[in-house]
């Protein structure tokens, strides 16, 4: 729970408030910019909402915060409307399940929805809400992980859907020794045929990233966007020049969409989208 004595100075207004306990995670101003923004290293209210759609999208933040570092000092009712909010649809079959984890430092997390069995991307807090809604979206079949940080409450998802889940070998710790499914080697993977498995050691040792219908690319820690298709040395846990490699190799497929695990989403056609990611192997290079 937030507390009010530990509210930044920097909050404006009266009602909501963003504490100390905010790790910078940028969940809530993905979410809800129009009330959200960052200065000193964490997020702080810029603006309080005053729509009914503005509340809704700030009470979306608060739900999905992973360190419950949003509260208020008033009422909001559209509280309970934004617990049932998540997954959340970006396309008609692809949605954002909100409800991000502490111990995933706040990654995003996606559900793809098929006839034949649903996808879940990362994973999410293990929240009633957030189960209940899924379960009345189909449940899930499989649990594909882009990598040893975002895996947050999988065992309590798997156990509850019966899903098998996906990770890279070279990540995998003591924490998911019980993945079902754990390739290995640098060769993409075809896990059905509308998803690959796309290893892109950097990151981490064993990273990938997932394509589906070649379409859509979850990126986990790999890759994101920040007025540009982006990517750091200061979150390189494993190798920088590795990871360089792996981005080049993103070059050989065809996507629009780009949706990471920490930072924002991006849309384009592909050939707009293979310009902007030659772009960041450019700028990949000069960092040392």
């Known amino acids: 729970m937030a ?10 207004g009266q009602g909501l408030y963003v504490d100390s306990s905010c790790i910078d995670c940028d969940t809530c101003r993905q979410i809800a910019p129009q009330t959200f923004g960052d200065v000193n290293g964490q997020s702080y209210v810029h603006a ?11 009470a979306m933040a608060l739900v999905a915060c992973p360190t419950a ?5 008033g009422d909001l009712p559209e509280l309970s409307a934004a617990r049932m909010a998540f997954p959340e649809l970006v396309t008609p079959e692809v949605a954002y399940c909100g409800y991000s984890a502490p111990s995933s430092y706040g990654a995003s997390s996606y559900l793809l929805l098929r006839p034949q069995g649903n996808v879940l991307v ?24 882009t990598h040893r940080d975002d895996v947050a409450d999988h065992a309590k998802w798997a156990r509850h859907f019966g899903a098998r889940r996906v990770l890279h070998h070279d990540d995998v710790t003591e924490e998911t020794a019980e993945v079902e499914v754990q390739p290995q ?8 045929d509308e998803l690959l498995m796309i290893p892109t050691p950097g ?15 979850f990126t986990g820690d790999h890759l994101w966007h920040d007025r540009r298709l982006d990517a750091s040395r200061s979150v390189c846990w494993y190798d920088w020049k590795k990871q360089q490699e792996s981005m080049k190799r993103l070059l050989t497929y065809d996507f629009d969409w780009v949706l990471p695990g920490h930072g924002g989403r991006h849309h384009a056609p592909p050939a707009a989208m293979r310009t902007a ?12």
């Open 69 to 73: 570092s949003i509260g208020t000092t």
């Open 277 to 288: 990611l030659q772009e960041c192997i450019a700028r990949m290079a000069t960092q040392r």
């Open 122 to 145: 990362d994973c999410p807090r293990f929240a009633a809400p957030l189960r209940k809604r899924i379960e009345e979206m189909g449940g899930i079949d499989l649990i594909v992980l």
């Open 185 to 192: 080697g640098s060769d993409p993977l075809g896990l059905d």
């Open 203 to 217: 990151h981490t040792e064993g990273h990938a990233v997932f394509l589906y219908r070649g379409m859509y690319l």
């Open 48 to 58: 309080q909402p005053t729509t009914g759609g503005s509340r809704l999208r700030a």
């Open 3 to 12: 507390k009010v004595e530990l509210a930044l100075p920097s909050n404006v």
